[in-house]
């Protein structure tokens, strides 16, 4: 019965654009558009107002030239009936109206996501990420609004993947890289692949081992020796013969807590240690002080470190 309805409406809806239809035809072929079009389920808390998306649907099928003057009588209805119909037949209709972004807050823990195009994110406590329930266009766009966070992109040579961070942005391919947000600086460290990062009027462009570091100043790029820091999303993670300061930076990424010294020397001691997952932080801190003898005092998200 359903398919006798399609391929009448068809019928009339060819026989409107020749100028071959009835009067009759004319109010019956209305009549039952404007019925479709009043029946239609619609949620315009999330797809705006039914009038609106179906003039801007008549609007982009009339400039493909598709629509002929008879039957802008009733544009509206047809508009929306189509979408009725289209779901009738089990054809997804994906609306700009329908897109929803979707934020995601970090505490004190990691946290993470796979997005809609396989690309992995890693985010460090303390964070904020928001991205698009799925992506639509020639673009990946996402954006790391506080934190740090790791991606791993999945690679589409025909929809580029962009991050916007603070005053940066950082565009790629598919690749591997960590972007951190602290204060008035910015920075994106690629560990496979290349990445194009740019602000403003600058550019530049990173390999593996690489950074692009972003100040008042400007951006400048920096080659990194020791990528050890940019394990911290990992499950387990094992440090060799790494300084303090690389090991304290890592924790407050993965527990969102900052180390107060009160000597900075303490920072230069190279220790060899593992993480394993699920550890505690004073888990972690009792092995630190096993190795070192220094003292950790936790209060709050700061802890406290003299000998």
Known sequence: ?????????????????KNQISEAEKNLLED?????????EWDSAKMGSKETVSAEIFKKIKAYNTVKKSFTKYYKYA????IVLM????ILLK?????????????SATDSVKLNDGTLVYLAANSVFKYPEHFEGKLRSVALIKGNAFFKVSKDPQHPFIITSANIKTRVLGTSFHISLDKGRSSVTVITGHVRVSTGQQITYLEPNERAVFTTAGLRKQKVSDVSLYSWYKKDIDLSDVTLDKVF??????YGVSFKLEDKEILNTRITLFIKGG??????????NYVTHLKFKPYGNTVTVNH
Do not use: P, W
């Open 279 to 288: 550890l505690s932080l004073q888990n972690i801190l009792d092995q630190i």
């Open 95 to 107: 609306s700009r109206v329908d897109i929803k972004d979707i934020t995601i807050t970090t505490a």
């Open 249 to 254: 930076t890592l924790l407050s990424f993965k």
């Open 32 to 40: 039952f558009l404007k019925k479709e079009f009043d029946d239609a």
């Open 1 to 17: 019965m359903r398919k006798k309805k399609i391929h009448y409406l068809r019928h009339l809806t060819e026989q409107s654009e």
């Open 87 to 90: 779901l009738g037949l089990g």
């Open 79 to 82: 508009a929306a009936a189509c």
